[in-house]
């Protein structure tokens, strides 16, 4: 009975300690460094015998069963393991016996030669056989097996090593002659597996967050990309939906005309396709048509469960007209997608919704051995003014997923990961290594068209390679080593223990730190960015203000000259400030854009007037051909349209030596009381090379890298006005060839207003200079040399002011006097512009004074937050007197 319960002891103690060595295993499954179960049973056997072995190879039968990736291999491959697993035990045991026996372990020779038997030398026999099985049974790479089969040597041997003095020092034996102090040897035995343990585990974990961020990085070009295509389809669409609008019987080589100039070919798509509404009555004469234009004898088709058949009679067709390129697509044409079994429903959602729809995955017709093409169909109305939009027909874009994805596979680091799309039931296309049960796995939801669709990443067998971590097993051999020298000394080592858990701790900690620096240093970097605003903003108030002072007073030609290139200096520095500010804001997904009403003519107008001066001076001619459409009012952000304008306009005059810059404007009808602006520049500069063409609108990308030696410039422009672009519903392109000039061509969508009727009344009229004469002014502001700049600006408008240098001197001042006006500062010591203000908003006696916001870091959550007291006037450092002026006009009444 003894034996028998020994056997149900060893048997449950064992597959308890395999399971949790199983919490630990190594990413590729199988084994793990923390492995306790080898030196709890060898222990066990070397005090209680035999029957533990028995109960221990039971247990490891069952755990190989149980493991999915060992239980493929057969039975009795796993019965050899199990025996040769169990062997170890058994040799331990005889080489104790013959060479050492009893331990004397006040004798170093003695330890080191017990723990080089039970160690490594009894560890060696089962992870030789378990690398051989794994070479025999298995996939997996030579580099990988070996890396599992050195991780289970030394995680039995450590195991072994420390485990089982432990249990030998505590029970009465025949190997080990206790000493005096055995719970003293114990414990410290106990602590040195402990911290090994730790700091595998902290290593693990270390190296397999790093990896997973690497595989999501290498996933994040994917995705871009992915986003990329569905827009670039949607242009399509909308580009080819305008066209139709405008010209409903355009010719079959029209059509291929401006479908081949908008097709691209990176996203692989198929054809691009018009889809006529033909009423019963058409029919005939739609047929003839297709005769006519040789684009199909078989007229109007439909698609049956045998194939193609003439469609059978009903109110109306949707059947496919054109579709370019034709070639490769002249098999559909004629088919009508309503009665599609397969895609009518599809069809029907976009004309009730008006909007995008794509199909689930389908046999193409011009295809029909594949199951992946995928068509979205976008609905053409009329636009009529006055009239019920009515339906005229469809634009559809074809493309097969299985082209589409591959290819943004292969321009992304595709060797990293595979991937698995689905978008609704039965519509899941994945590419051929993709394996749900690899090491890393996430899931990105993002709206393809009309539908919600997932991408689910796993990582490859060639990505999971680099997660053999050579090094971290070193540093466990190290420390082993390390333990097996304070094994040897354990009586001598009790204080010297407390060092070594110290240093341990000491080296964890600056791990941690380490990873924490990492995360914080992030974090730092978008800190920065933001703060980056106020610290140059606030210098550059001084600069700027002080130039436009002295121009103002100094008469004397040849400092008025200095002046104005001071002037011209500060201003390219503020643009630099205000670039890289912005390319931090769209990065991060927190610059918003404003609405209001403004004239695109207008503003463009006043874009060539800022540049003129500058063109003059190369005699460079800047000239405009605007389409009376153009003036139209619409409603958005004029502010960032003539930021994208400026940019372009600037980069034309700055790399054309001679010659002119033309600016071409238009406007056309969009959907729902939208409009389309397209905007051309284009100059007869020195052009861009077509390699550097690809990269010209990513951040900090220049054409060649002489160029900013000769032209200046950080290479932001283009890619902010890339995005802002994107972020107004439009996009851009460039034409351009060495020698020959550059085209840069931007379309955004915006919505239809009302014009705006300008105010007859001047900001400056006589009553409101009386006004401003006698206008109280507190300024809050902390910079002394600001302070200056704010007192000479208002002396310049006759007017004087107090300061108060920050908001604690601003309510002190206010217990005693009432100004007319506040000019508020936000960043300041003891009480900050904020705090003051919502003081002063809450103070019935106070309330009503008005508050204008002057500062260097207003930003979104600046501005939202002053809203919320009431203060909606702002005047961003650094300002000119033009600026300041008109914010007093409005409250000089």
């Not at 502001?781 to 920050?806: H, P, Y």
């Not at 005047?875 to 409250?891: A, N, Q, R, S, T």
Request: include cysteine.
């Amino acid at each position: 009975m003894k034996r028998i319960f020994l056997v149900l002891i060893a048997f449950a103690l064992h597959f308890l300690l395999v399971q949790l060595g199983s919490l630990f295993v190594l990413p590729f499954g199988i084994t793990s460094v923390i492995w306790p179960a080898a030196g709890v049973i060898l222990g066990l056997y070397l005090v209680y015998g035999f029957p533990v072995l028995v109960g221990a190879f039971f247990s490891t039968l069952l755990c190989y069963f149980l493991d999915e990736k060992m239980a493929a291999m057969p039975p009795y491959i796993l019965l050899v393991l199990a025996l040769i697993n169990i062997a170890k035990f058994y040799i331990s045991r005889v080489l104790a016996e013959r060479f050492i026996l009893p331990i004397k372990v006040h004798l170093a020779a003695d330890i080191i030669k017990f723990l080089v038997f039970i160690g490594p030398v009894a560890a060696f026999l089962p992870a030789i056989a378990f690398f051989a099985a794994l070479i025999w049974q298995t996939n997996l790479s030579i580099d990988v097996i070996t890396f599992i089969s050195a991780s289970k040597w030394i995680g039995e041997f450590i195991s072994m090593v420390f485990i089982t003095p432990i249990i030998l020092f505590l029970t009465q034996n025949k190997f080990v002659r206790k000493g005096k102090r055995p719970l003293a040897s114990t414990l410290t035995t106990f602590v040195i597996i402990v911290v090994i343990y730790a700091i595998y585990f902290l290593l693990n974990f270390l190296q397999q967050s790093e990896k997973e961020q690497q595989f999501r990085a290498a996933t994040a070009p994917f995705i871009e990309r992915t986003y990329l295509a569905t827009e670039i389809i949607n242009a399509n669409l909308k580009s080819l939906n305008g066209v139709i609008k405008v010209n409903e019987h355009l010719s079959i080589k029209q059509f291929s005309g401006f479908t081949s100039r908008i097709i691209n070919d990176d996203i692989k798509l198929r054809a691009l396709g018009w889809l006529p509404l033909v009423l019963a009555s058409e029919r005939e004469k739609f047929e003839a048509l297709l005769v006519e234009q040789s684009l199909s004898s078989n007229g109007i088709k439909q698609l049956t469960t045998t194939g193609l058949k003439p469609a059978a009679e009903k109110d109306y067709y949707l059947p496919i007209k054109y579709l370019s390129p034709l070639e490769v697509n002249q098999a559909a044409i004629g088919l009508d997608v309503s009665s599609h079994p397969l895609i009518k429903e599809s069809v029907s959602s976009a004309i009730n919704n008006k909007q995008s729809v794509i199909t689930p995955m389908v046999p193409l017709v011009q295809q029909m051995d594949k199951y992946t093409g995928v068509i979205v169909y976008s609905p053409v109305f009329s636009s009529l003014s006055g009239a019920k939009p009515t339906l005229i027909g469809l634009v559809e874009a074809v493309f097969e997923l299985d082209k589409l994805f591959f290819n943004v596979h292969q321009r992304t680091a595709h060797d990293d990961y595979s991937f698995q799309l689905s978008y609704g039931e039965n519509n899941v296309f994945q590419s051929p290594l993709y394996n749900e049960n690899n090491v890393f796995k996430y899931k990105v939801n993002l709206k393809l068209f009309d539908k919600k669709a997932t991408i689910t990443f796993t990582s490859t067998q060639e990505f999971e390679r680099r997660l053999i971590n050579w090094q971290g097993l070193i540093v466990i051999v190290i420390s082993c080593l390390i333990g097996i020298v304070c094994v040897m000394f354990v009586f001598f080592i009790v204080t010297y223990n407390t060092s070594l858990k110290k240093t341990v701790e000491d080296k964890t900690k600056q791990l941690v730190e380490q990873n924490s620096e990492l995360m914080a240093a992030n974090k730092a970097k978008n800190l920065f960015l933001a703060n980056i605003s106020h610290e140059y903003r606030t210098p550059l108030n001084a600069i700027i203000g002080f130039t436009d002072i002295a121009q103002r007073e100094v008469e004397d030609k040849a400092a008025l000259e200095y002046l104005a290139q001071i002037q011209a200096s500060s201003d390219i520095l503020l643009k630099i400030v205000n670039d890289v500010l912005d390319t931090s804001k769209i990065q991060s997904g927190e610059l918003a854009l404003e609405s209001r009403a403004f004239n695109p003519s207008v503003a463009t107008q006043q874009v060539v007037d800022m540049l003129n001066e500058k063109a003059i001076e190369k005699s460079i001619v800047v000239e405009t051909e605007l389409a009376e459409s153009f003036s139209l009012w619409v409603l958005g952000d004029e502010t960032r349209f003539k930021q994208i304008l400026l940019n372009l306009l600037s980069n034309g005059i700055k790399f054309t030596k001679q010659g002119r810059v033309l600016i071409k404007a238009e406007t056309k009808a969009g959907e729902q009381g939208m409009r389309v602006l397209v905007v051309s520049v284009k100059d007869s500069g020195i052009g861009i090379n077509r390699e550097a063409q690809e990269q010209l609108f990513q951040p900090f990308t220049q054409a060649e890298h002489s160029t900013t030696r000769k032209y200046g410039g950080t290479g932001l422009g283009l890619a902010i006005v890339k995005q802002l672009c994107v972020m107004m519903g439009g996009d851009i392109k460039l034409n351009s060839e060495i020698g020959q000039g550059s085209e840069f061509v931007f379309d955004i969508t915006l919505p239809v207003t009302d014009a705006i009727v300008p105010s007859k009344s001047s900001p400056a009229s006589s009553t409101e200079n009386k006004a401003l004469t006698n206008l109280k002014i507190l300024v809050v502001e902390d910079n002394r040399v600001n302070q200056i700049v704010v007192k000479k600006q208002l002396a310049s408008l006759d007017l004087t002011c107090d300061i108060a240098g920050d908001g604690q001197d601003a309510l002190e001042y206010l217990a005693k006097h009432i100004p007319d006006l506040i000019l508020m500062d936000l960043q300041m010591p003891n009480m900050d512009g904020f705090t003051a203000s919502e003081i002063i908003k809450n103070d019935a006696k106070l309330k009503h004074i008005p508050i204008v916001i002057l500062s260097a870091s207003v930003g979104a959550e600046d501005k939202q937050r002053a809203a919320e007291l009431g203060i909606y006037d702002f005047i961003h450092k650094p300002f000119k007197l033009d600026e300041l002026l008109k914010i007093l006009c409005k409250y000089a009444s």
